[in-house]
């Protein structure tokens, strides 16, 4: 613990990123409990109205409060980014590990099929999807999901074949235990700080191709607060209300800057001699 605390003093990018966080989780935990307005009740008379005490950020188009929505919306963001993250994790260190440890055929027809996805860009994989299965934040989750399962396999696999030679995995394999066992006991958990360091990466990735759907209708539907959605719908006034796209969007760089810095800084504190550099 003490190390990790040396850690964070020496690393300012690492403690930005969790200042950051920590900031909107506390914000989105928060503010809603406390705050007066609704996020999808509609007040007409007082629709764009500019940043003042009542309202910080100003209301949008259906004089709703932007920072109110932002609140609610962080909380379907997050909570999305999480779980699409949970369930990529799942089914691509799965399918990486196996793959990894058994090899031969299997590890062939798996990877390849691996590759075909990643052979297309993420985002427009993503789109491709949601626009398949229909627009609805489910589907949406449901898409991301798939497009960044095979980045975990990829990462899972490399850690297996890595794994999988060294002398306490061939002794478990030499006495006889499971295959389940050895890969949980033995691959997985030596081989999670790098599956860590991928899923921070993941949730900014998550956050902002979830966002980037429901900018395109294919996400949340109105009036769910969503911060892509919101960037969308309130795009239109950018140029005589900038609030009401700016802070949404804002929103969602400070989420994605703030997993990314953390992220690589999981990286540093994976790699011993990073690590001894920075205590």
Excluded: C
């Amino acid at each position: 613990m003490a190390d990790l605390i040396t850690f964070l003093r020496n690393n300012t990018l690492a403690l930005a990123g969790a200042i950051i966080l920590g900031l909107l989780i506390l914000v989105i935990t928060i503010g809603p409990m406390i705050s007066p307005y609704s996020p999808t009740k509609l007040d007409i008379l007082h629709k764009l109205a500019a940043p003042s005490l009542e309202h910080w950020l100003g209301t949008d188009a259906f004089g709703r409060d932007v920072f109110t929505r932002i609140m609610y919306g962080g909380r379907a963001t997050l909570a999305i980014g999480v779980g699409v993250v949970v369930i990529a994790f799942l089914v691509g260190v799965t399918v990486g590990m196996l793959a990894g440890f058994a090899g031969g055929w299997l590890d062939t027809i798996l990877m390849r099929i691996v590759d075909a996805m990643l052979a297309f860009p993420a985002l427009v994989l993503a789109i491709a999807l949601a626009a398949a299965f229909g627009p609805s934040l489910e589907n949406a989750m449901l898409a991301v999901s798939i497009t960044l399962a095979p980045q975990f396999a990829r990462v899972a696999r490399s850690q297996a074949l890595s794994i999988s030679v060294k002398p306490y995995v061939e002794a478990a394999v030499s006495l006889g235990l499971s295959t389940p066992r050895i890969l949980f006991r033995y691959v997985f958990v030596n081989g999670l700080g790098p599956l860590l360091v991928q899923s921070t990466l993941a949730l900014g990735s998550a956050i902002l191709q979830t966002a980037s759907l429901g900018f395109l209708g294919l996400g949340a539907q109105p009036p769910m607060a969503e911060w892509g959605a919101d960037v969308s719908a309130n795009l239109q006034y950018v140029r005589s209300a900038a609030w009401v796209a700016l802070a949404p969007g804002t929103a969602i760089l400070l989420a994605v800057l703030s997993f990314n810095l953390i992220g690589d800084s999981l990286a540093d504190w994976f790699n011993p001699r990073r690590r001894s550099a920075l205590e």
